[in-house]
């Protein structure tokens, strides 16, 4: 089965283009196949800053053949007076077939006219000569630019074109280029034009001429230079990730140029000096077998060329942009944190929402009223209230208007220097975790309650306003705020009640004028959505809904509450018991669900299983109340596993729950109904599904 190779040679793309190109590109081809009855048994995407490919393995020889009745217009529109219309004519035209071979189909709505169509595949090599001007058009990026007479757009200007199946050219024109077999070498190492021999060989055809375009070998050879650079100056690469991502889209072939910069940068704190060299100029740091920074750097570039000139150029580029970063901060430091408290009010948070002055002083209210009398939490209100005045005050510091991602590292930085309090000064930092997925959570209580007052903030003050993300629209981060106040409640040391945070935020936000109470079942159901998506990415999704569905019933609203629920019932699951135990209380809740639990008439218990029935539940009833009030889930559900469970089936088996008496009838469905009122509070069995 022959390899497609589609090749597009570009002039330099920035990096962040790159990924978001290939995987358009990836994913039309994938669509263009299909609609052009082909598949392939891989799509490999392949590129550098100049050249964006894809290598499609295993393809059919031909498109296979196609037979199908395809429904065109209503019988009495093709057909009056038993001749054909120009509809008929041209339902037959544009099927291939003759008019005289049109049939008539009954079908729901009436006659219909049919053609049944039989089309022979075509060689798959004639069908890519149609396709592969498609796919280049659909090659997608964040930004496009014209060139030329500006009649076409794409991320830069193309420059070649090369299309093989196995080692024959697919010959199609796009962009005024015809695709051949000729692309193009490294732009420094090897200039030259470079024939390719097939589909196969390209990745190695293209080594020869120093270009390395698989990008995972292109990544795993520029980490292993950098880790042997970082050795060879006697120190250890600090891993980045993000950097690591950049870098391996900027260059051919990776090579790695050491540097150096003056001690007395280190005076500055590691995260400045770090945030210079990453994010101006995309150096990686070094530290020491201590744990402390070098005065040394390392720098990815695409060509090996005089590497002690290219040293002395970004030493000195790196030398400059220190010392703007030791200017700001020397300054920052002749001014306290608290006294840029006040430029907070006339930065503007949100228009509706007001400044960032206002919304600190929600922070300071909102902290201090949510953890009020709550279990486990020690905080005085005077440390509470100062941590919330200082948390924003970096953000009108010169070094965090330069470097905005060193917010809150800043304020910490300046506040342990000022003699401040070491745990008001790491909330400073805290508060802005975790600020995303790979990020940590707060360390501290008094981190995790400014962390969650800070998003609880913003998100309720959004939704109140109607600013709820739409689509992929999430301009304040509303997503990512939800999922850091659950993230916050599962893996800090903080346990959130969230109705309680989301009343008292909409408590204090009604102090300064604004009603959000009508958003609050928005606000809810946009909770639910992030919790299931964060526990579903551990538990199975029913079982999540199963013991959501209870939380938010019993009124219950500590998110560590919910995780305990999911885990009390997969003690349960892959158990003999657990499916026989779901379909006995689906019947319960079905039946009684809606009943009022009210009192049990003992004298109509006529029927031993019933009698059994209430017997066994005035002896566990209250053990499981017990258990389920201490959260212990788990105890409570193999109570009703054990006790509960069998004198529930014999129940069923024996006893006519619908019975004609209505006495009787009224006192079994209160029975079932006890038994699924107390039940449902630990989670609700008929939303679980059937395992395997």
Known sequence: MPDL???????????????????????????????????????????????????????????????????????????????????????????????AELKKVETDKGEYVAAHVHEKGQPTSEVLAELLPQLCERVRFPKSMRWGEGEHAFGRPVHWLVALLDGAVVPFEWLGLTAGRTSRGHRFLAPGEVELGSAASYEMDLRKARVMVDIERRRARMEEALAEAAKKLGGE?????????????????????????????????????????????????????????????????????????????????????????????????????????????????????????????????????????????????????????????????????????????????????????????????????????????????????????????TLVGCFGIGQQPKGNADPFGLRRAALGVIRIALEGPLDVDLAHWLDRAAAVYATQGHDFAKSRAALDGFFDGRLKSTLGADYPSDVVDAALSAWREAGAHSIRDLRERVDGLMTLRGTAAYEALAHAFKRVFNIAGEHAPGELDDALLTEGAEQDLAAVWAKAGGAIDAATAKRDYATALELVATELKDPVDRFFDDVLVMDEDEALRANRLTLLARIAHSVSRIVHFHKLQPQG
């Open 5 to 99: 190779l589609i090749e597009i040679g570009v002039e330099e793309l920035p990096a962040s283009f790159l990924t978001h190109a290939l995987a358009s590109m990836e994913s039309a081809a994938a669509d263009l196949l299909k609609a052009h009855r082909l598949q392939a048994e891989a799509i490999q995407p392949l590129g550098t800053p100049r050249r964006l490919a894809l290598r499609l393995a295993g393809l059919p020889a031909a498109q296979p053949d196609r037979e199908e009745t395809v429904q065109g217009p209503p019988w009495s529109v093709a057909f009056q007076g038993g001749e054909p219309t120009k509809a008929a004519e041209g339902f037959a035209k544009k099927n291939g077939v003759a008019v």
């Open 237 to 457: 690469l600090i891993p980045d990730d993000f950097l690591v991502g950049e870098c391996v889209h900027l260059v051919e072939e990776p090579f790695v140029v050491p540097g150096t910069f003056d001690e007395v940068f280190l005076e500055l704190p590691d995260e400045v000096v770090i945030s210079v060299m990453r994010d101006h100029q995309r150096y990686f740091a070094v530290r020491a077998a201590d744990g402390s920074l070098m005065s040394r750097y390392l720098n990815v570039v695409n060509t090996a060329n005089d590497p002690e000139r290219i040293a002395r150029g970004n030493d000195r580029v790196l030398r400059a942009r220190l010392a703007d970063a030791r200017f700001f901060v020397e300054e920052d430091r002749k001014q306290p944190l608290h006294a840029r408290r006040p430029k907070l009010d006339s930065v503007v948070f949100q228009r509706k929402l007001g400044s960032i002055g206002q919304k600190v002083e929600r922070l300071a209210n909102l902290a201090q009223e949510a953890v009020a009398g709550a279990e486990h939490v020690h905080l005085e209100d005077a440390k509470i209230v100062q941590a919330a005045e200082l948390a924003k005050c970096d953000l009108e510091t010169l070094i965090v208007f330069e470097f905005p991602e060193l917010q809150g590292q800043m304020g910490r930085f300046y506040a342990e220097r000022e003699g401040i309090d070491a745990g008001v000064a790491l909330a400073i930092e805290e508060h802005y975790k975790p600020a995303g997925a790979s990020d940590d959570v707060p360390t501290s209580v008094l981190g995790a309650v400014l962390a969650v007052a800070d998003r609880v903030d």
